[in-house]
């Protein structure tokens, strides 16, 4: 944490969410908790204000932005809904569940935020914070997480704080998010199928008992459609050993379950616990004094496979 408390560092009360939505209304940026990680969010349907998001992040201009909206009322004024939009709706909003669908033509949403796409990724979020911002503004926020691209995602306003600095407007103090890892985001094709575009706290499982098997999705993406899908992402800028059992000389331990580790994701080996701890721990060991970093084995189960997949792009 900072030895002083950033200027631009507000509690989420009546008089934070004012100055929030202001900025938000003038293009600003403002980070914000979610219930997966910190976002870095502006008004989404002016192109200067998603600029400014790159710009914060130093994020490249073919990586789309997720959209987050208060209710679907408001998803479907943005994007075309069929039957299976709706149904994932009902069933996972609010919550950790990103859809990729195609955009309305008459969508009042900045260019940038599809990257050139003719779809937009949709997320209703159930923290609070967000929730009352999102009322506030009355405006569909362009939100990705709150650090500098590719690097380790927030989990707290000290995080954002150490990554962003003045590079972000505004940053509403919320405490330490819930899932602590990205949402999963779910693309709807043409004729019925569906692809996990990226793991995350609602389970590909959870999705299939919605809509039926996946009919592709273990195949690749074409192309990036959606946040998280760069092959090097949640870097901690050291080099990083997966399936650990121990740590060598040099390097900083990340446990998980029997194994203890410097710190550790786990003591208990719940895959919630070690998502919810995922950048934490990720953060600590970058500002640890080891130059590179050693993660024991997490299981592929569940929201492991959430889990593995940052800690493999980590790794990459």
Not at 298 to 309: F, K, L, M, T, W
Request: some cysteine.
């Amino acid at each position: 944490m900072p030895a002083t408390k950033p200027a631009n560092l507000y509690h989420p009360d009546a008089d934070g969410l004012a100055r929030a939505a202001r900025v938000i209304a003038e293009g600003g940026t403002v980070a914000v908790p979610t219930e997966t990680v910190y976002g870095l969010a502006a008004r989404a349907d002016d192109d200067a204000a998603v600029a400014a998001i790159y710009r914060a992040k130093g994020r490249p201009d073919f990586n789309p932005l997720i959209v987050h909206v208060p209710g679907i009322a408001a998803a479907e004024r943005l994007a075309v809904f069929d039957d299976r939009a709706r149904r994932l709706a009902a069933a996972f909003w609010p919550g950790a569940l990103t859809m990729v669908l195609p955009r309305r033509d008459d969508a009042a949403l900045a260019a940038a935020v599809s990257a050139g796409l003719p779809t937009v990724a949709l997320r209703c979020p159930s923290h609070p914070v967000m929730q009352a911002l999102l009322r506030e503004c009355g405006l569909p926020l362009a939100a990705p997480s709150a650090n500098r691209s590719g690097g380790v995602s927030p989990t707290s306003a000290a995080h954002v704080a150490a990554s962003l600095g003045s590079r972000v407007d505004l940053i509403l103090d919320g405490g330490e998010t819930e899932r602590g890892i990205e949402s999963t985001i779910v693309a709807l094709r043409d004729g019925g199928g569906w692809q996990v575009l990226r793991p995350g706290p609602v389970t590909e499982a959870q999705v299939a008992e919605i809509l039926g098997p996946a009919s592709d999705a273990t195949a690749p993406a074409a192309r990036i459609e959606a946040p998280g899908q760069m092959t090097s992402h949640y870097a901690p800028g050291k080099p990083v050993r997966l399936n650990a059992k121990e740590a060598v000389e040099g390097e900083f331990m990340i446990g998980f379950g029997p194994i203890a580790g410097d710190i550790s994701l786990s003591p208990s080996a719940d895959l919630a616990e070690a998502a919810a701890r995922l950048y934490a721990c990720l953060h600590a060991a970058a500002d640890a004094a080891q130059l590179r970093i050693a993660i024991a084995p997490v299981p592929e189960e569940g929201i492991g496979v959430a889990i593995n997949d940052r800690l493999r792009r980590a790794a990459a």
